[in-house]
């Protein structure tokens, strides 16, 4: 398995750039509650809005020769899918009054500006599992729309979706992401930077809503960005997890899913990208924490809470990480 810094992260990009560690301290605000924030890797698409990728659809197969008898010719198959970045932007203002009132302009400005961000991250976040484009065409297409339909043919994404068994409106769903440049990965648009770019626009005029003016100091945020998944087979998806029934874990009545048992699936269906990449278990904070339960029964030795790569109180499955995200919902549909 990789390790979990192999690849560029937006704090390795950071590093980088010659901004006075703005972008870095900016960075690590986003990830306090968006864990996918911290580990995705990312790259300049090799497009002005987005990344084109040549994926294999078919393969020859050859052919028994016999003696005097010659073979035909064959060929591959490939086709081309395009990935598209969505554009996030955002302005926020304060009065420039209160700015002076509270002495250290930039460091108040930060903190009046910290839900701004915060926004932008839950944002980013929820469209990595959620976003559509066939719905909502501004934005860009996350992981979801391209795992939703079950299937048992190995040749279709539908097979790395591990049934979970959940029926109704109120399941939530379980992701393992191998991240590498062959697998899965974030996009920037060719020729631009990749993360949050803030930039201070200086003291404007402001009219509130009754007219009136007043100056401001405003902020201008943007985020050029979205995902491209190179091989759908370096991504598995644990669904129709009954949110209901998971509560129960741990208890004497306990009615919740096996998801060690999903996991393992999920990690054997991923198998061959895992030491090509960075495999990361992503769950809901309230699923994870059932998850722990498990940890009260010996039987179940592969989850072990340790120290990875400098993070204390990991908790990891076979080794590995299992992180929480908030933007995961527990009113998923049932996949069929």
Known sequence: MAELSGYTTLLDLSKRLDDNNKVARIIEILNKKNAILDDIIWKEGNLLTGEKTTIRTGIPAPTWRKLNYGVPDKKSDTAQITDTCGMLESYAEVDKELVRLNGNTEAFLMSENKAFIEGFGQTLASTLFYGDTSVYPERFTGLSPRYNVLSTNEDESGYNIVDAGGTGSDNTSIWLVVWGQDT????????????????????????????????????????????????????????????????????????????????????????????????????????????REKLQDKGFAQLSVTELMGRQNVLTASGVPVRACRSLLKTEARIV
Not at 204 to 209: G, K, L
Not at 230 to 256: C, F, H, P, Q
Not at 258 to 269: C, V
């Open 184 to 291: 899965a990965f974030g996009i920037y648009p060719k020729g631009t930077s990749a993360g949050l770019d803030m930039t201070n626009l200086g003291e404007e005029t402001s009219v509130d809503a009754n007219g009136l003016k007043h100056q401001v100091l405003r902020t201008h945020y943007k985020w050029d960005c979205g995902l491209t998944v190179k091989n759908w087979r370096g991504v598995a998806r644990i669904a129709n997890i009954d949110w209901t029934d998971l509560m129960t874990a741990g208890d004497s009545g306990d009615t919740s899913a096996n998801l060690l048992k999903y996991m393992n699936i999920a990690l054997d269906t991923v198998d061959e990208f895992i030491d090509g990449g960075t495999p990361v278990f992503y769950m809901h904070p309230r699923a994870r924490t059932m998850l």
